[in-house]
């Protein structure tokens, strides 16, 4: 293969790189330009537009455009195109803009069946993104496409060009997320010391910023506006056209000190409600502008400081701050991070297209035979057949100037009868006549980039050329290569302690542990299944470390193995459940399930069913996150007065956005940040709980006992009252344990409560009417429907199994974020 192949998808921008294994080569758009704007437009003649031409008139028609996408990547969000009455899902868009940067390259390299490609996600990016961009590209027709981290390649991008060794520190803020690297070079190989970085923090958040505090203000006061009309249909175009206008001032603030947010009347097409015609002209300064992005500026050197600490440096250790991504040609930002973090800053590389530069590099690296997409061998042997039984090991891939090649000679007895010679094939250096024995050790240097062909020759005490078949040695003079990628994200398997036991998580790759990673992982079933039964066994997967409560991570999926998956025979409670995993050098996973009792194997390909399940439309999901955001906030608040702490305040500072959500004036944008900051709330929740985990236990064990005590008593049996009694006691006395027994206590006290709700039949009633007036939490839309309405069919008939059976159906389709009802989706394998 020869032709490599970068793309770095972006959330405002995108560009595609190839490389030749000496040489990388940006490709232009028609216009000649580097990047190309992520953004599609249809006419209404259905005629389609990608490109610096859609991204103008997306801004003028905002209904019949799709821009940001990427944001929406691995949601269950759809972009509108209006004119033609067409809906694209975020995959679809995404592949249009992959196909259009495909269609830059000659037709030899698009035609050749064995081009590969590498994609960048952020590394912030979790599985259902990277699962959606692999998406587009399949969409796209690629044949050979992997995935890799953008601060692996801005990395490989960077250490093209800089040939010293030192410790870097890559600072990526592109158009939607910010990435960070710590990167250690030596002699041409590449350690990735730690990453980190934020989900939500761009060049487009800079822009939300000019937005909602200089011209949603501004528009206010000087015209007549509805108070919901950032999110009024009517005003779609005005707020477009102003977010163009807010993205062309910032830029222009890179080489100038003022610039004007400009927009007629004409460009606004639109009248207030007094009929006036609205236009746009403010002064955006620099002292302005720097103002409105100090929060997030500082948040972006926080994570750097994190990612600092991660791979326990100090910022003396750092050789140069690299900058990557758009937002960073402004030199004000540069100054600042350099001047907070105290290392000085490197602008030797091109930020708009250095990660797909250092993507096409990496390309190169891939063993495109391989079906894990596994990087390439640098181990090489060559076996010589013949009248000599002789080989010669050498490293058939490095960095270095020169490669060691060493000698292997197993018959002793024509050691000191032969001789050998080495002959540059490329450059006409020889190594000139050299006894052959075992052992024997020659240093070939490497003069060009790419391969250096050398021939061996074997001669005979009389100067005679002797027969030894294959006789050629290819050495591959490399970039700088990576040798170590850590994870962004620890990724466990949740599965019961033990049988009616809490959950746990069992860890398949932790943070920061090197990619790419293999392993197995065996479990129990903790009940039967029949082939046939609609019921399933759940292989539930999350990201994130937080132990207690588990669904405060991210959820990623479930594999399941449902009843209908195969057709007969039953794996019985206590069967073998065995799992082989891989985590790719991108992170994805790759999940297979064997189940001996049946003799079937299962995947994540065609069994993971629930990441669509997981997914959020974040244009109709502001109820969703509220709640969310609600629950957390009560969550807090019942520790504030037992426990001080800046952690907890931090958190409950996240969660209060996310609580306060307005539909009159948040946007998709707004709802994802806050679902974001729900998220890194969580983490901070975990981390009081760590440090404080004594009294956190105590008021949970208090408040579980009142609720007991107050609502449940009075109908629980004697033998349950004694039995919880007990576990009251017990939960009391393991409040400083370390070693799961509080956390197992009281699930089986969350559980015994549970039961005894779960016999009420009022109880019922009122769980199936709270959950089918909750649409937001759902999914599946139709399906929560056709559920809702069975579930009033039986209620009308007194049906009230009937009714609990919904429920359960009602549960499998809940969005794994709310965790009001964790007790009836647990995971149901057993740690084993």
């Not at 708009?352 to 894990?372: L, R």
């Not at 790759?509 to 990619?515: E, F, I, P």
Request: hydrophobic share 40%; net charge negative; with cysteine.
């Amino acid at each position: 293969m020869k032709h490599f192949i970068g793309i770095d998808l972006g959330t405002t921008n995108s560009a595609i790189s190839s490389f030749d294994g000496v040489n990388t080569r940006v490709w232009k758009s028609p216009i000649q330009t580097d990047v190309t704007p992520s953004a599609i437009y249809i006419d209404r003649r259905g005629r389609k537009l990608v490109g610096q031409s859609a991204y103008e008139q997306a801004a003028r028609s905002p209904d019949n455009a799709a821009v940001l996408f990427k944001r929406l990547m691995g949601t269950s969000s759809t972009l509108q195109f209006k004119a033609v009455g067409e809906s694209k899902t975020p995959v679809e868009c995404s592949s249009e803009v992959l196909k259009t940067l495909f269609g830059y390259l000659t037709e030899e390299i698009r035609e050749n069946k064995d081009t590969g490609v590498v994609i960048t996600v952020p590394a912030a990016f979790n599985q259902m993104q990277k699962d959606a961009t692999m998406e587009a590209a399949s969409l796209a027709g690629f044949n050979n496409v992997a995935l890799m981290q953008e601060p692996v390649a801005a990395v490989m991008s960077v250490m093209k060009n800089n040939a010293s060794d030192g410790v870097f520190l890559i600072y990526d803020l592109g158009g939607g997320t910010l990435d960070i690297a710590i990167a250690e070079s030596h002699a041409g190989k590449v350690n990735l010391l730690s990453h980190g970085g934020i989900a939500m923090c761009g060049g487009r958040d800079f822009d939300r910023e000019i937005l909602d505090n200089i011209v949603r203000p501004w528009l206010r006061e000087n015209f007549e506006l509805p108070d919901d009309f950032v999110t009024n249909p009517n005003y779609k175009t005005l707020i477009r056209m102003a977010n163009h206008a807010v993205e062309r001032a910032k830029i222009e603030l890179s080489s100038r000190e003022e610039s004007i947010i400009s927009l007629t009347e004409t460009e606004a097409r639109t009248q207030d409600l007094s009929g006036e015609e609205i236009y746009i002209d403010i002064e955006l300064t620099r002292e302005m502008f720097n103002k409105l992005i100090d929060k997030r500026v500082n948040a972006s050197i926080d994570a750097a400081r994190e990612a600092l600490s991660q791979a326990h440096l100090t910022p003396d250790y750092i050789n140069k701050v690299a900058f990557v991504g758009g937002p960073t040609n402004y030199k004000p930002l540069r100054d600042k991070v350099c001047f907070e973090l105290g290392i000085e800053g490197d602008n030797s590389i091109n930020p708009m297209t250095a990660v797909a530069e250092g993507a096409s590099i990496f390309a190169e690296s891939i063993d495109w035979d391989s079906q894990d997409r596994s990087r390439k061998s640098s181990r090489g042997k060559l076996s010589l057949e013949g009248n000599v039984n002789l080989s010669f090991n050498f490293h058939a891939r490095t960095p270095k100037n020169i490669a060691r090649v060493l000698v292997q000679l197993s018959d002793a007895h024509t050691q000191d009868e032969l001789e050998f010679q080495v002959d540059c094939i490329n450059t006409g250096w020889t190594s000139g006549l050299l006894k052959l024995k075992h052992g024997a050790a020659l240093n070939l240097p490497l003069n060009q980039m790419g391969e250096n062909s050398f021939k061996v020759f074997v001669f005979n005490n009389q100067g005679q050329s002797v027969d030894i078949g294959q006789d050629v040695i290819t050495i591959t003079k490399t970039a700088a290569s990576v040798e170590a990628i850590p994870a962004s994200h620890t990724i466990s398997i949740e599965a019961l302690n033990q049988l009616g036991g809490s959950s746990g998580l069992v860890p398949l790759v932790k943070a920061g542990d090197t990619l790419p990673v293999k392993g197995r992982a065996n479990f129990k079933a903790a009940e039967s299944l029949r082939a046939g039964a609609i019921s399933s066994i759940n292989i539930k997967l999350w990201e994130g470390d937080i132990k207690e409560p588990i669904s405060d991570n991210r959820p990623i999926g479930v594999l399941k193995i449902s009843g209908t998956d195969f057709e007969q025979g039953v794996i019985p409670a206590g069967a073998d459940i065995e799992c082989e995993y891989e985590i790719l050098d991108s992170g994805a996973i790759k999940l297979e399930v064997s189940v001996p009792s049946i003799g079937s194997v299962f995947d994540s390909g065609k069994n993971f069913y629930s990441r669509q399940e997981g997914q959020v439309d974040y244009s109709s999901s502001l109820e969703l996150v509220k709640s969310e955001g609600e629950s957390l906030l009560a969550r807090i608040e019942a520790l504030e007065g037992v426990i001080d702490s800046e952690m907890l305040q931090n958190a409950k500072n996240k969660a209060v956005v996310a609580a306060n959500l307005d539909a009159n004036t948040q946007q998709a944008e707004d709802t994802q940040e806050a679902m974001e900051q729900i998220y890194e709330a969580k983490k901070l929740l975990s981390k009081t709980r760590d440090a404080n985990l004594a009294q956190i236990r105590q008021i949970e064990v208090d408040d579980l006992e009142s609720f007991y005590t107050d609502y449940l008593y009075e109908l629980a049996s004697e033998s349950d009252r004694s039995l919880i009694n007990r576990l009251f006691s017990s939960a009391r006395n393991a409040l400083s344990s370390r070693n799961g027994d509080f956390e197992n206590i009281v699930e089986e006290i969350r559980g015994k409560n549970f039961q005894i709700l779960w016999n009420q039949d009022w109880f019922v009633v009122e769980k199936f009417k709270s959950m089918a007036t909750s649409a937001h939490l759902f999914s599946d839309r139709s399906m929560f429907d056709r559920l809702v309405n069975e579930g009033v069919n039986r209620l009308e008939n007194d049906d009230i199994d009937g009714v609990k059976e919904i429920i359960l159906h009602l549960s499998q389709i809940q969005i794994g974020m709310i965790s009001d009802n964790e007790i009836l989706a647990n995971a149901n394998i057993v740690m084993g």
